[in-house]
């Protein structure tokens, strides 16, 4: 059965295409664009990998970004992501980028959205994925920097099918960014934000409840509120679960101390996804495999989680019922 994790047809949902930069690609980056690294040898770099929270690894992760200058480095960026993915099973994703990220570096918000959009564009027919696009905005600046770069997005006429929130958490509540998400549901914009994954339950229930959101990216924290839990599962809101990220980051000491058992069983409308795999030990089909090594769920639970990906995807009603025909196929193949 785990071998066949890396076939099961799935939707990826929660990725920071900036976290999928490999050790190797930065140093290639680096030397096309004539960049000197504080860590100059994979050696160096990948000694940097320890974390003991998110912000640890967020400064790792915009510092790293020093590498991506021009489009073509963020269309091999995304391309090398895919090519990835597709070797994980993944058949459809939403990937989200920061754009507050690389205009604060002087780059602009054409080359990184002509740039990931050039990969994305030929996705389908190079690697069978299907794909969205979500700008994503750093909760740890001001409300209005962020509505000044959606404006810019809406005026070059970017082609993101939603928005999302992330970096720093904790302090940065969902009520920081109330216009925003008006603004943006407004234009027509799908809508997401990271939430408990170090912030508490109550980031999960404000970011429901004042932003609107579609849905939880994270949404770990949310095991604390039964009245919360009770809400999710009744409503069906779909949490984007990132296992290996969880360990890594310390908001979970070990994989088998891992809510996402519980979640499960409770009901809720979870799914796994690799949020920076780059840096946390593994893509989508690494997640299941670590998984199915910790709790031996069988079958069952991966088909599960898998059409939970499908149905939470904003993929279209047809791709949708494409994707989930391929995973009852898969499931078929198991019994
Ligand atoms: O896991 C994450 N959490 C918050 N912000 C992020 N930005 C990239 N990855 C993350
Ligand atoms: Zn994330």
Known sequence: MKNSLMHLPKAELHLHIEGTLEPELILELAARN?????????????????FSDLQSFL????????????EAD???MTRAYLRRAKECGVRHAEIMFDPQAHLARGIALETVVDGIHSALSSSEAEFGISTGLIAAFLRDETEDSALAVLEELLAIDAPIIGIGLDS???????????????????????????????GPASYVVDALDLLGVERIDHGIRSVEDPAL??????????????PLSNVR??????????PLPHMLAAGMNVSVNSDDPAYFGGYAGTNFEQLEDVFGWGAAAALTLAGNSVRSSFASQERKNELLADIEQWGAAQD
């Open 34 to 50: 004539g960049i000197t690294l504080p860590f100059p040898s994979l050696e160096a770099l990948r000694e940097q990998y320890e």
């Open 59 to 70: 400064n790792l992760y915009y510092a790293n970004m020093a590498v991506l200058i021009t």
């Open 74 to 76: 963020f269309a091999d």
């Open 168 to 198: 720093a958490e904790v302090g940065n509540p969902p009520s920081k960014f109330i216009r925003l998400f008006q603004r943006a549901r407004d234009a027509g914009l799908r809508l997401v934000a990271h939430a408990g994954e170090e």
């Open 229 to 242: 839990v009770a809400r999710l599962v009744a409503e069906q809101i779909p949490l984007t679960v990132c």
């Open 249 to 258: 980051l310390r908001a979970v000491d070990t994989l088998a101390e891992h």
